[in-house]
């Protein structure tokens, strides 16, 4: 399912002289196969929620960290779902950031 198209680029001229333009789409491919992984992300993101609940109970940086915690398993989801592989490289980049907050 492609939501919009992003990164439509101007036409350019093809090595045979044909004219062809740039397009990306960005949208989300659920197969079976990431429909296994939404469930193994969700799941085991829920698990640690549910610990992190209890550990961070007295900690000052509380909404901070689930904040972080809430956007990191978001760029997950995103990567499980990514439809081409340059939404892939920019949600991988996006993830590893918010893995390094």
Do not use: E
């Not at 085991?44 to 509380?62: E, K, P, R, T």
């Amino acid at each position: 399912m492609v939501q919009f198209t992003w990164l439509a680029g101007l036409p350019f001229h093809m090595a045979n002289g044909q004219l062809a333009t740039f397009q990306a789409d960005w949208g989300f491919l659920l197969d079976p196969l990431s429909a296994v992984m939404i469930l193994v992300v969700t799941g085991v993101g829920f698990l640690i929620h549910v610990y992190s609940v209890g550990y961070m109970a007295h900690d000052n940086g509380y909404y901070r960290f689930f904040g972080y915690l809430n956007l990191f398993v978001f760029f997950m989801l995103m990567l499980v779902l990514a439809n081409n592989y340059i939404l892939l490289f920019v949600v991988g980049k996006a993830w590893g950031c918010a893995a390094t907050c």
